[in-house]
Nanobody, 125 residues
Framework: QLQLVESGGGLVQSGRSLRLSCAAS????????IGWFRQAPGKEREGVSC????????NYADSVKGRFTITRDNAKNTVYLQMNNLKPEDTAVYYC??????????????????WGQGTQVTVSS
């Protein structure tokens, strides 16, 4: 069964950091571009960041540029989202999803495949 499992969320104060993990099972992540998305209460799901299969291309939503960093460790079959200087508006459930492609400067595509359970990030002021 092909799936991505998100973890690493939690409750933190504004200005603190968290690192989210997106672990693949049932397939090799090495050949997949991966995107991170989030959905806040009452809002539509939005793209946060993506990374190409080789890690050489990344994209970020304007709201997280300079604060979030996406990386991958193909040996561990995992993609990470390092989130620094968190703000209350970052509060959301975070999901990862496969992408057809991630090219720097081309935004974050919707991706494909079923959505996982996500991981909750709550930032208090």
């Amino acid at each position: 069964q092909l799936q991505l499992v998100e973890s690493g969320g939690g409750l933190v104060q504004s200005g603190r950091s968290l690192r989210l993990s997106c672990a693949a099972s049932g397939f090799t992540l090495q050949y997949a571009a991966i995107g991170w998305f989030r959905q806040a209460p009452g809002k539509e799901r939005e793209g946060v960041s993506c990374i190409s299969s080789g890690g050489g291309s990344t994209n970020y939503a304007d709201s997280v540029k300079g604060r979030f960093t996406i990386t991958r460790d193909n040996a561990k079959n995992t993609v990470y989202l390092q989130m620094n200087n968190l703000k209350p508006e970052d509060t959301a459930v975070y999901y990862c999803r496969r992408q057809t492609i991630c090219v720097t400067g081309s935004g974050i595509r919707p991706g494909f495949g079923s959505w996982g359970q996500g991981t909750q990030v709550t930032v208090s002021s």
